[in-house]
């Protein structure tokens, strides 16, 4: 039984074969028709035709390798710009570290706008500073003033006699001058306060006036200096011409009528030489003419009371008192003026 049912499946796998190569088979029965043999360029002209079924196939993957073509140049286009995107996040992370300060350390002092240390270097080229100070003019002042106050302290009388003598008449200005006479200290210190008062003045005025070209503390030592040695001078030529032709009384009169009016001068001057020294161009031509001014009032009214005071002891006229001034005083301070005048100048 089973040998029989064996042989029936191969009988029947055999038919399942033969009907399949039949059907696969061409026709044998058809006549084959003659066809003329293709030339040269129809052979080149053919082409080779696609098969239907395979023609999707081919544009389907031709399709799927130009996506995948567009996916790669895509991906490696946001691989770039991701890349460069990175690369300007790094570079501006770097430009906000080197812009920000280092607080934790003693570098953060580096950054401050004042100290430009991260800044480009600058040359520049400075001349040296010349210091334009008057604090030892100061304290010259000060120890005027306080000499004035001192003696005002300490000579109350002789300082109150000194103004009472140039209003007084001649009758009482005889005991007066005894009296000044009693003190010689208050009489030397005054005298000091004018050749330095005096000095100053005349060193701020010629500063003033742009007459000389000189350190200002050489100029006022070179005007103290002279006015010492024109009224030391004068002081012994008229104890001398005095002694010479026997009018000692005559002379001392006169000597001590000068050096009167040079202590209230002295004294005067203190305030216009505070006020040429701290105030402003307007102010210091209005000081500068009245005090001027009263230079010029007191050396009159010098020569007057000298005039009197020689004409009672000599027969002298006013034509000879007028020739003693122009020889003796003024001739002298004109030389002495022409002769500083031609060296400073020169040496300019």
Same mark, same amino acid.
């Given at each position: 039984?089973?040998?029989? !049912?064996?042989?029936?499946?191969? /009988?029947?796998?055999?038919?399942?074969?033969?009907?399949?190569?039949?059907?696969?088979?061409?026709?044998?029965?058809?006549?084959?028709?003659?066809?003329?043999?293709?030339?040269?360029?129809?052979?080149?002209?053919?082409?080779?035709?696609?098969?239907?079924?395979?023609?999707?196939?081919?544009?389907?993957? =031709?399709?799927?390798?130009?996506?995948?073509?567009?996916?790669?140049?895509?991906?490696?286009?946001?691989?770039?710009?991701?890349?460069?995107?990175?690369?300007?996040?790094?570079?501006?992370?770097?430009?906000?570290?080197?812009? =920000?300060?280092?607080?934790?350390?003693?570098?953060?002092?580096?950054?401050?706008?004042?100290?430009?240390?991260?800044?480009?270097?600058?040359?520049?080229?400075?001349?040296?500073?010349?210091?334009?100070?008057?604090?030892? /003019?100061?304290?010259?002042?000060?120890?005027?003033? %306080?000499?004035?106050?001192?003696?005002?302290?300490?000579?109350?009388?002789?300082?109150?006699?000194?103004?009472?003598?140039?209003?007084?008449?001649?009758?009482?200005?005889?005991?007066? =001058?005894?009296?000044?006479?009693?003190?010689?200290?208050?009489?030397?210190?005054?005298?000091?306060?004018?050749?330095?008062?005096?000095?100053?003045?005349?060193?701020?005025?010629?500063?003033?006036?742009?007459?000389?070209?000189?350190?200002?503390?050489?100029?006022?030592?070179?005007?103290?200096?002279?006015?010492?040695?024109?009224?030391? %001078?004068?002081?012994?030529?008229?104890?001398?011409?005095?002694?010479?032709?026997?009018?000692?009384?005559?002379?001392?009169?006169?000597?001590?009528?000068?050096?009167?009016?040079?202590?209230?001068?002295?004294?005067?001057?203190?305030?216009?030489?505070?006020?040429?020294?701290?105030?402003?161009?307007?102010?210091?031509?209005?000081?500068?003419?009245?005090?001027?001014?009263?230079?010029?009032?007191?050396?009159?009214?010098?020569?007057?009371?000298?005039?009197?005071?020689? =004409?009672?002891?000599?027969?002298?006229?006013?034509?000879?008192?007028? !020739?003693?001034?122009?020889?003796?005083?003024?001739?002298?301070?004109?030389?002495?003026?022409?002769?500083?005048?031609?060296?400073?100048?020169?040496?300019?």
């Amino acid at each position: 039984m089973k040998q029989f !049912l064996f042989l029936i499946f191969l /009988l029947s796998l055999h038919l399942a074969l033969l009907a399949q190569k039949d059907s696969v088979k061409p026709v044998a029965n058809k006549t084959a028709v003659a066809k003329p043999s293709p030339s040269l360029k129809s052979v080149g002209a053919i082409k080779p035709k696609v098969d239907s079924l395979k023609k999707p196939l081919l544009d389907t993957a =031709r399709v799927q390798q130009d996506s995948t073509g567009i996916k790669d140049s895509l991906a490696k286009q946001v691989l770039l710009d991701s890349l460069q995107l990175d690369s300007t996040k790094k570079a501006l992370q770097l430009q906000i570290l080197a812009a =920000r300060p280092d607080t934790s350390t003693y570098a953060k002092y580096l950054y401050s706008k004042y100290l430009p240390f991260q800044g480009q270097a600058i040359q520049q080229f400075s001349q040296e500073r010349k210091r334009d100070s008057q604090e030892l /003019l100061f304290y010259i002042l000060t120890g005027l003033v %306080g000499i004035l106050a001192a003696i005002r302290l300490i000579f109350p009388k002789y300082f109150k006699n000194l103004f009472l003598l140039v209003m007084q008449t001649s009758v009482r200005q005889k005991q007066t =001058r005894e009296q000044l006479l009693q003190n010689n200290l208050a009489s030397i210190l005054l005298n000091f306060l004018f050749l330095a008062s005096a000095g100053l003045y005349v060193s701020l005025l010629v500063q003033h006036k742009h007459w000389v070209n000189l350190p200002f503390y050489q100029l006022v030592l070179y005007s103290c200096l002279l006015l010492l040695v024109v009224y030391l %001078g004068k002081f012994l030529f008229l104890s001398f011409s005095g002694w010479v032709f026997n009018v000692g009384d005559a002379t001392n009169a006169y000597t001590f009528i000068v050096f009167l009016v040079n202590k209230v001068l002295g004294i005067i001057l203190i305030p216009f030489v505070l006020v040429l020294t701290y105030s402003p161009e307007p102010i210091m031509q209005i000081a500068t003419t009245i005090s001027l001014g009263i230079c010029a009032l007191l050396f009159v009214y010098r020569y007057l009371i000298g005039f009197g005071a020689i =004409r009672n002891n000599l027969k002298v006229s006013a034509l000879h008192f007028f !020739l003693y001034l122009c020889a003796v005083e003024l001739l002298p301070l004109v030389l002495i003026y022409k002769l500083l005048l031609d060296n400073l100048t020169g040496s300019i």
